[in-house]
């Protein structure tokens, strides 16, 4: 049990839907991040929350729009997502400099 | 060119085995570096830091090479639930000051009884 979750686990959704991941984590971390992850491609940094403040954002583009409320909760809201979307969606948390804890991820599906 | 380069396998190897992993990264300003472990459609988890010196947990030893930039990771006595893929990581401060990741595509392990 990493102390970061993920929900939902699994999600399918039709392009011209609104869904939102949300993931949380108990580790008293101050940075989350979320990667995409697709077959047989290296994870890809998504965006930075630290301390509460988006610092990175990987020309990613805007149907994807994250959240962080606090330091304990990070969503992405989706909406209007292409097939090529489908993937799975990683959280992740970490305490500045050190090492990063991954949430069971999303399992995407866009219809 | 990649900036974090890893052989994606697969590597079939019998138990008991010794298998040794490989990977490079193009950028000299990493600051640290990591292997990871992914269980099939799971999440990654952190297998062990690497560190200048070289360093052991048990079967599993990483180098890491700063002028070659290479790192790599030796197991030995290899073992069933061994099986996985090794994701290499590379950590740099990005030019906001916070904590950057590149993986690699992952080199994929199976070890067969």
């Known amino acids: 049990e990493t102390g970061v979750t993920q929900t939902p686990r699994h999600l399918v959704m039709g392009m011209t839907n609104k869904k939102s991941l949300k993931c949380e984590q108990h580790?008293?971390?101050?940075?989350m991040y979320w990667y995409k992850q697709s077959a047989k491609k290296p994870l890809e940094l998504m965006f930075v929350?630290?301390?509460?403040?988006?610092?990175e954002n990987n020309s990613v583009p805007s149907r994807f729009s994250p959240e962080c409320p606090n330091s304990s909760h990070l969503f992405l809201h989706l909406h209007t997502l292409q097939p090529e979307d489908s993937a799975l969606y990683l959280c992740?948390?970490?305490?500045?400099?050190?090492?990063?804890?991954f949430g069971p991820g999303t399992r995407l599906t866009v219809l | 060119r990649k900036e974090v380069e890893q052989d994606p396998g697969p590597f079939n190897v019998p138990e008991g085995a010794t298998v040794a992993f490989n990977c490079t990264y193009s950028?000299?300003?990493?600051?640290?570096f990591f292997w990871y472990r992914q269980d099939c459609r799971k999440e990654p988890k952190l297998l062990m830091s690497?560190?200048?010196s070289g360093n052991e947990d048990g079967r599993f030893t990483a180098q890491l090479n700063r002028a070659s930039q290479y790192i790599s990771l030796l197991i030995r006595d290899s073992k069933l639930s061994d099986s996985a893929t090794y994701l290499c990581?590379?950590?740099?401060?990005?030019?906001?000051?916070?904590?950057?990741?590149?993986f690699g595509t992952g080199t994929r392990l199976t070890i067969i009884p």
């Open positions: 990581v590379v950590n740099r401060r990005s030019n906001f000051g916070n904590e950057k990741l590149t």
């Open positions: 690497v560190y200048s």
């Open positions: 580790l008293g971390h101050n940075a």
């Open positions: 992740a948390s970490s305490l500045q400099g050190h090492e990063q804890f």
């Open positions: 929350y630290s301390l509460e403040e988006r610092v």
């Open positions: 950028n000299s300003a990493s600051q640290s």
